[in-house]
């Protein structure tokens, strides 16, 4: 087969990807392109392969076959701390703080340079560092909650913390499983705001099952169904399209 020559703001190129899990083929043969400042959201139904897809990409799983390529890199031999070095950054689908921190200690934690969380005992809270943290915070909707303590944050603002915790690390290709899972209305319409701001100057793939909000953040939805992909372009021609239908909205 010919060697696919990937567009030049191409930031994640993945060809022919596949994993097996005794003999069952969770994910086979997906491919995928994710360009630049692009917001792309992935769709299907449970057991589709959607956050298999973004385990293997993270490091998490390793593929039995296939390239997974980020910034011209191959990612597939790298391990899962080798992966967010380069510049990939991985929320799952339940936020995962540290809830006897306060949201200013748990992005202090996260700021890189090996801090970890022994380390923020003695974080050296300088003006550039003070800086980054409320910036941070302000853009997640957190700035007035910097000194509460992450335990005492609502469902939907421990989303946003674990986003900030992420931004912080400047990653270039950020991977969001059900970022909106559990939020208030206003929440969610917030947190779209949200998305569409991180996106300029960074790429962003989104797993998530409301078609109204994928509606308003996606540039691209790519859509799975059974370890494959079955049909990629607008969130409107991918809701025209009859298999689309059959297999996923008309459930």
């Known amino acids: 087969m010919a060697a ?23 994910v086979n043969g997906v491919s995928l392109s994710i360009r630049r400042n ?17 385990d293997m990409i993270c490091g998490k799983t390793r593929p039995s076959s296939g390239s997974i390529r980020f910034n011209g890199r191959e990612l597939t031999r790298l391990s899962e701390h080798e992966i967010v070095r380069t510049g990939v950054g991985r929320k799952f689908q339940a936020p995962s703080v540290y809830e006897d921190l306060t949201v200013r200690e748990n992005f202090e ?10 380390g923020s005992l003695l974080f050296r809270r300088d003006s550039v560092a003070r800086e980054r943290v409320y910036s941070i915070a302000k853009s997640v909707f957190l700035e007035q909650s910097l000194d509460e303590k992450a335990g005492r944050l609502s469902h939907g603002q421990k989303q946003w913390l674990e986003i900030g ?20 209305p ?8 949200l998305l569409q ?21 996606a540039n691209t ?23 689309v239908i059959d297999v996923y909205l008309g459930h």
């Open 221 to 243: 939805v790519t859509v799975m169904h059974q370890g494959r992909v079955l049909s990629e372009g607008t969130a409107e021609q991918v809701q025209s399209d009859p298999r």
């Open 165 to 184: 915790m992420l931004l912080i690390q400047s990653p270039q290709l950020l991977l969001l499983d059900e970022p909106v899972a559990g939020m208030s």
């Open 186 to 193: 206003r929440e969610r319409e917030l947190t779209a705001d």
């Open 197 to 217: 701001r991180v996106c300029q100057g960074r790429s962003v793939i989104v797993i998530e099952h409301d078609m109204d909000f994928v509606k308003r953040i």
């Open 38 to 54: 692009e917001l792309r959201v992935i769709i299907g139904p449970n057991g589709a392969g959607k956050t298999t897809l973004l």
């Open 109 to 118: 934690i996260s700021i890189p340079g090996g801090q970890g969380v022994w």
């Open 4 to 26: 696919i020559t990937p567009p030049s703001d191409e930031v994640l190129g993945v060809q022919d990807l596949t994993v097996s899990f005794d003999g069952f083929r969770a």
